[in-house]
């Protein structure tokens, strides 16, 4: 298969309240940012014709999300498509959108304010039937503290081990300039955070976020023409799992196991462990760490625990970015795990840098306790 | 830009009814329903599916990540799934998409689902969150302008507009009312030009109750598989040719002294300028538009098809626009019939592909059906235009 | 005409063609006769024979049938109905029949569909005060008119006030709303066979006055059930209403904000365009042309000119306030002064220049007296004369 190649990233930096940007603006810095990267340009000849957006109208509060923000990711008269789920899945699709032929580059840019909202809690409760799971009040938050309980009992995953995934993530997320929660904390301080929905802490989960990013893919003939250090897209994975809980078996990593396996396939990669020197995971939840590395295949079924204590994540260079637990919004986290990725590939990743970086993963998730699962292959 | 991948064969097609009660159905039953129709179509299982990709608009029935829910009924377990919104045009820009999926060489077999129960939500309410909330939310008015109108009344007389837009909307009722799922079919006749041109609410100016869509419920699935298995699979695989979508700035700002190119005529200008045609009621043989209103279905038909003056109007007048006329327009009834709007779009390259492979119905046209063109309509004035065809030989011609 | 339980004898035999059912007579051949007496009643001989029909009304008393039925009409249609029951009376010898019963017994309802009694849209109206709900109608005033044509049409207003409802049959002259159309129309309507939307969009139901009374009127009353309809079974279905809220904090960023702040101070800001000099109003970040971000504000109107009218006849709500607006209202489209031709400006007209209001004209802004950086600081334009 060709392969399409990642030119450039830009991110914005993620905080919990950007009160004095609104889309728009959060958008047009990072659009400055890569075009000073890669002199890219949106003439009807040789420039951007394509652009995939990816946004949610439920948090944007605005019918359309894309069409507010149309004018800066330049899609006035050229091609736009609105990936409405997690911001990952529009790099499976700008990918097919190169390798059909229909067009050579294509621009990538997600944005999501989740302090826009009173209640992101509310926001994720709609995702659920009207009849039964809205009225029983689920919502993102309190459906994976079910999953957090179903794994905690199949791994063993302590208090202290989930303390240790939170205070590395503060270790990293201070190197990194676009985190939001970069302060250090020690295992205490986790350990005996108040409990949001037991078992999850209120340090166990993601600070309330809001950011934007943007790439730039172009097709193997013209990366040459944005930069001299492409990373290339050569995996692509995605699988839906059941959606009433009750019909999951919640610790069993289901959709994010297939949708690995297909993103592996497609880049060739036969041995995760073996082959991967990087991981970027979306950790909305200290649990999830673990628990979705397994799923990946770095550890076996029910071992996420001992990976934790013998440094797993460390030896993987899981979450250099400081993970989704460092602070990104729901809808646009895929992104942040893809340019860190893409960062560390390149050699750009400054304090993060990880050495011998050659191939990496990022993965996302949306829906109720990870139903839906998303996974990307990179390498140099 | 690059040759096509590999061609991409649409083969199979399920909608259901349209109606504004659904109410023995929720959203996921709904989808399963025309799910299941699009398979036995295609004459294949949920195995043989790769990928599925899902639309609607959700914030009418503010639902937040409706495909999880509709998981229930669109068969996406176990499988990869996308999911564009992209307003009005989610339909035609889910077919894009598949296009682009398949074409590429990921998926080789893609089924596409557009949905909406529009009873279930706020349709004006979530018309107007479209605007943004700070600046001119509180002046839309919904999808609802008689601009249109205004401007043909100023170019072609009063009386003429009028009746062409009111001949339009009767000639599209009288399509629907061939089509068994159309939602409303009202059997207009002709004589009731005059009357209905005169008694007819108006909504805003010349824009009357007569000429506006529907709001209906109901969702539509297609079946896209690379030409390998399209031949292997389907009796009359129907081939798409080429698409291209156009958005705009994100305000209607364009009611200016001088007044910009419409996204219609220039999605229209490039696309088939790069497929060499240079005479597109000589070379279509049906149109599937997406017409919100007669107004617009009547002004987009000159944009479209790259017309001057009153041509299209003499088009309409000359009964060429008729099933047997020398290019139909919208055989299904169009938007003004149905409108589903997550799948509105959709149908719209559906009903044409079902022309092409000759099984339309009633609403067949009698004539050879080879080469269709299908339009999309939504957002700021965006458009999605897409040509399909009957058979693989234009790629000869171009090759050879 | 006389009626027993809503239902004249005549309309039993007059249905009958269209409630026969061919497939279930394909091996008979019968004939009946039927002497009912009684005010309404008659004489009429039904043939059936082989998957066909022949009704006939007879001149006096029918006799030579392979079954004759004898009944007074309340009691045939009452038992017709269901209302009375058949078994009590023939034993009451109500009901008399001569010739071969098994005939009745077996072969009608195999050849007939259940006949439904005719619903006339006068029982409908005059079934008002019954069907009200007093509870539903608080704080509502209204004069519903209805002017219905046809058979079992007529004129009535109805009179919804202090939680009462009173029915007159006439119209009145000062009606909130008056429907009109053909009186099967409004039974089709009332009865569910035809949908609101349809009717009122194809011409069919026309109204004058408030058509948003006109909607609301139908929760009011209890649902109209003719005398002597079989109870339809039916699934119950569950509906669920409910209104999420979430309420939301907006950035207007500092472009936005400018816009903002120039309107508390009576001004309008565009965006120019460093590269291709369009000005865009109300400014925006980037030129959505040149994808170039602007940076530069320029001072624009206040007055503009006309291009495009749009007068508003459809009554939305107002989506900031959820009040419905008075309608007719004007919206206009303009290019302010100083504003490149392509850039169009909308917002509202003075109501009191909806008659003068012409493209090309000159408007100025109205501005509200206290303003506070919001949209509501620019109540609308007027014709600058």
């Known amino acids: 298969m060709k392969r399409v190649a990642v030119c450039a990233v830009a991110q914005h930096k993620c905080d919990s309240n950007i009160w004095h940007k609104r889309f728009q603006g959060m958008l047009l810095d990072v659009l400055e940012d890569i075009q000073k990267q890669t002199g890219m340009h949106f003439s009807e000849e040789g420039g951007v014709r394509s652009i995939v957006s990816a946004s949610d109208d439920v948090f944007d509060a605005r019918t359309i999300s894309d069409n507010g923000i149309t004018d800066v990711i330049g899609a006035h008269y050229r091609e736009e498509e609105k990936m409405a789920q997690e911001s990952l899945n529009a790099l499976g699709y700008a990918m097919s959108i190169i390798l059909s032929g229909h067009e050579d580059v294509v621009y990538v840019a997600g944005h999501c304010k989740e302090s826009q909202g009173e209640s992101r809690n509310v926001c994720t409760n709609l995702s659920y039937d009207p009849f039964y799971g809205r009225a029983m009040g689920l919502d993102y938050t309190n459906v994976a503290a079910l999953q957090a309980r179903a794994y905690m009992e199949k791994s063993g995953l302590t208090e202290e081990q989930m303390a240790k995934v939170v205070v590395r993530a503060r270790q990293w997320a201070e190197k990194n300039p676009y985190a939001n929660a970069t302060e250090q904390v020690e295992l205490g301080d986790v350990m005996y955070s108040p409990m949001l929905c037991d078992p999850i802490r209120t340090m166990h989960a993601y600070p309330v976020s809001d950011g934007a990013v943007v790439m730039l893919l172009a097709s193997e003939e013209r990366a040459h023409e944005f930069t001299d250090n492409p990373v290339w897209l050569t995996g692509f994975g995605s699988c839906m799992d059941s959606y009433f809980l009750g019909d999951r078996d919640l610790a069993s990593n289901f959709a994010l196991k297939q949708a690995a396996e297909r993103a592996y396939k497609m880049a060739g990669v036969k041995d995760a462990r073996k082959e991967i020197d990087l991981v970027e995971v979306m950790d909305c939840y200290a649990y999830q760490q673990p628990m979705w590395l397994e799923g990946l295949g770095f550890c076996g079924d029910g071992e996420g625990a001992k990976f934790i204590d013998e440094e797993g994540p460390a030896k993987y260079n899981v979450n250099l970015s400081g993970g989704m637990l460092a602070g990104n919004p729901i809808m646009t986290s895929g992104l942040y795990r893809m340019a860190e990725a893409v960062l560390q590939l390149k050699g750009d990743a400054g304090e993060r840098q990880a050495a011998d970086v050659n191939r990496a993963i990022a993965q996302s998730t949306t829906g109720g306790a990870g139903q839906f699962h998303t996974v990307v292959v990179l390498e140099k | 830009m690059a040759k096509k991948n590999r061609n991409v064969g649409i083969v199979g097609i399920g909608q259901t009814e349209y109606s504004s009660h659904k109410e023995h159905q929720n959203q ?99 018309i107007t969150n479209m605007a943004d909330p700070l600046w001119f939310r509180h002046l839309q008015t919904g999808a609802l302008t008689a601009t249109t109108a205004t401007m043909m009344m100023d170019e072609f007389g009063e009386e003429r507009a009028k009746k062409a837009a009111m001949k339009y909307r009767i000639l599209m009722d009288k399509h629907a009312c061939l089509n068994p799922r159309a939602h409303r079919r009202f059997g207009l006749e002709y004589e009731q030009a005059d009357d209905l041109m005169n008694t007819s609410p108006q909504l805003v100016g010349e824009l009357r109750l007569i000429h506006m869509c529907s709001q209906s419920d109901g969702a539509c699935v297609m079946i896209f598989a690379s030409e390998k298995k399209a031949k292997k699979m389907c009796k009359t695989p129907v081939w798409i040719r080429d698409h291209i979508t156009v958005h705009r700035e994100e305000t209607f700002n364009n009611f200016g002294i001088e007044m910009p190119e419409m996204t219609h005529h220039y999605a229209a200008r490039k696309l088939f300028e790069r497929n060499g045609i240079k005479d597109p009621v000589e070379y279509f043989d049906v149109f599937e538009m997406y017409d919100p209103s007669a107004w617009w279905g009547l002004d987009w038909a000159r944009e479209f098809l790259l017309l001057k003056d009153d041509e299209h109007i003499k088009l309409l007048e000359d009964g060429e626009f008729d099933l047997d006329g020398k290019l139909p327009i919208n055989p299904s009834g169009g938007v003004t019939a149905s409108n589903p709007i997550g799948a509105t779009a959709m149908l719209r390259p559906a009903e044409a592909a079902m022309q092409l492979r000759g099984d339309a119905g009633p609403q067949q046209i009698k004539k050879k059906v080879k080469h269709a063109l299908a339009s999309g309509f939504g957002g700021t004035l965006w458009s999605v235009l897409m040509m399909l065809e009957k058979d693989l030989d234009w790629q000869e011609v171009e090759n050879g | 005409m006389a009626e027993y339980f809503g239902t004249a004898v005549e309309d039993i035999f007059n249905t009958m063609e269209e409630r026969f059912l061919s497939e279930g007579t394909l091996d008979v051949d019968v004939t009946i006769g039927y002497n009912i007496s009684g005010e309404g009643g008659g004489n009429w001989k039904v043939t059936i024979k082989e998957g066909t029909l022949k009704v006939e009304d007879a001149d006096g008393e029918v006799t030579d049938c392979t079954a004759v039925l004898n009944a007074n009409a309340e009691t045939f249609v009452g038992v017709t109905l269901g209302k009375l029951d058949a078994g009590e009376a023939f034993s009451s010898g ?82 909130t709303v008056i429907m009109r159309m053909e009186a099967q129309v409004f039974v089709d309507l009332n009865q569910g066979k035809l949908d609101g939307g349809t009717a009122f969009s194809s011409g069919q139901v026309k109204v004058d006055g408030d058509i948003g009374v006109a909607g609301q009127s139908a929760s009011l009353f209890e649902k109209y059930v003719a005398e002597g309809a079989a109870e339809e079974e039916g699934e119950e279905l569950i509906s669920l209403k409910c209104v999420p809220s979430i309420n939301q904090r907006y950035a207007t960023g500092p472009t936005m904000g400018k816009w903002f702040d120039g309107l508390k101070e009576k001004k309008f800001f565009a965006s120019k365009c460093p590269q291709c000099g369009r000005t865009l109003v109300p400014p925006r970040e980037i030129c959505a042309q040149c994808r170039v971000r602007c940076n530069e504000f320029v001072e ?60 090309g004209m000159k408007v100025r802004p109205v501005w509200a007296e206290k303003r506070m950086g919001t949209y509501r600081d620019l109540l609308y334009f007027e014709i600058a004369d």
């Open chain 2, 28 to 126: 996921a039953e709904m989808v399963n329903e025309a799910v299941r129709y699009a398979l036995e179509d295609a004459n294949i299982t949920l195995d043989d599916i790769d990928c599925v990709l899902h639309g609607n608009m959700e914030l009418f029935e503010m639902v937040f990540q409706p495909d999880m829910w509709h998981s229930l009924g669109s068969g996406a377990y176990g499988k990869d799934q996308f999911r564009i919104t992209t307003g009005g045009t989610t339909g035609a820009s889910l077919v894009c998409a598949a296009d682009n999926l398949v074409a590429s060489g990921m998926y080789d077999v893609v089924m596409a689902i557009g949905m909406e129960k529009l009873q279930e939500g706020h349709t004006t309410g979530g």
């Open chain 3, 300 to 359: 624009v109107g206040p007055d503009a000119t006309v291009t495009l009218i749009d007068v508003v006849y459809y009554a939305s709500p107002d989506p900031l306030t959820g009040k419905i607006r008075e309608t007719p209202y004007t919206a206009l489209f303009m290019v302010l002064d100083g504003v490149s031709r392509d850039e169009s400006f909308a917002h509202d007209l003075n109501p009191k220049d909806i008659d003068r209001i012409k493209p």
């Open chain 3, 94 to 175: 109500n009901i008399k029949v001569d010739g071969d019963l098994t005939v009745l017994v077996a072969i009608l309802p195999k050849a007939f569909k259940p006949f439904k009694p005719v619903i006339k849209a006068s029982a409908i109206v005059e079934s008002v005060e019954e069907r009200f709900l007093p509870e539903k109608a608080e704080g509502v005033d209204i004069k519903i008119g209805y002017d219905l044509s046809g058979d079992g049409g007529g004129q009535w207003t109805v009179v919804v006030k202090d939680q009462t409802c009173t029915l007159k049959e006439v119209l009145d002259d000062d009606c």
